[in-house]
């Protein structure tokens, strides 16, 4: 039976806003069976993109099923990977919205993510959920992302420190974008090993 990857975007994005389609079918090339998961990203919470993303998780076999996402959707994949272990969890430029990198985020940033997302995220710490990941973790992040954010090489760090199974990817050259050529390759030649 082919495993099925659940995707879950960025922060405000739906298919069309960025190159999905090409990660995507790199996937489905390789045998996989792949389900974008459009989150209702307005008025509405972290707890509610959660709970968006294990409605569909629970249609699955965890076994079978991979959690995957970019940015803000990582965040979601992790934290649903948290409560019920799927068989493989892939994290693309996990967002730094986390207890531990609250410091980090700038007024600007937090009146287009929201003062309620603010208060969300100081309340989940990156570390002890990284301890409840029972399955085996591939995490990437682009290079030009640590120079830019400094957060981000925080949240690579941390994860890759305290994720028991964890395998982290450095993209060379690329920024916070997983539809960038660099970017595809390398995931696609970490899950092919």
């Known amino acids: 039976m082919n495993k099925t990857i659940l995707f879950v975007p960025g922060f405000q994005e739906g298919c069309a806003d960025r190159d999905y389609d090409t990660l995507m079918n790199r996937w489905r090339a390789m045998g996989?069976?792949?389900?974008?998961?459009?989150?209702?990203?307005?008025?509405?919470?972290?707890?509610?993109?959660?709970?968006?993303?294990?409605?569909r998780y629970q249609q699955y076999d965890p076994a079978e099923t991979i959690l995957a996402g970019f940015s803000f959707g990582a965040c979601i994949a992790f934290l649903a990977a948290c409560?019920?272990?799927?068989?493989e969890l892939w994290l693309f430029s996990l967002s730094p919205s986390f207890a531990e990198c609250v410091q980090y985020w700038s007024q600007r940033d937090w009146r287009v993510i929201g003062k309620r997302r603010l208060e969300y995220?100081?309340?989940?710490?990156?570390?002890?959920?990284?301890?409840?990941?029972?399955?085996?973790?591939?995490?990437?992040?682009?290079?030009?992302?640590?120079?830019k954010w400094p957060e981000m090489k925080l949240v690579f760090d941390t994860a890759v420190q305290h994720i028991p199974t964890v395998h982290g990817t450095v993209?060379?050259?690329?920024?916070?974008?997983?539809?960038?050529?660099?970017?595809?390759?390398?995931?696609?030649?970490?899950?092919?090993?």
Do not use: N
């Open 83 to 87: 409560e019920q272990a799927p068989s």
């Open 121 to 147: 995220a100081k309340q989940v710490s990156l570390v002890a959920a990284a301890q409840r990941i029972a399955c085996p973790v591939q995490i990437f992040v682009g290079s030009e992302e640590f120079i």
């Open 171 to 193: 993209v060379e050259g690329a920024g916070h974008a997983v539809d960038d050529p660099r970017y595809v390759a390398a995931v696609c030649d970490a899950i092919e090993r």
């Open 32 to 55: 996989y069976a792949v389900e974008f998961v459009p989150i209702q990203w307005h008025r509405t919470m972290q707890k509610q993109w959660l709970q968006t993303l294990q409605e």
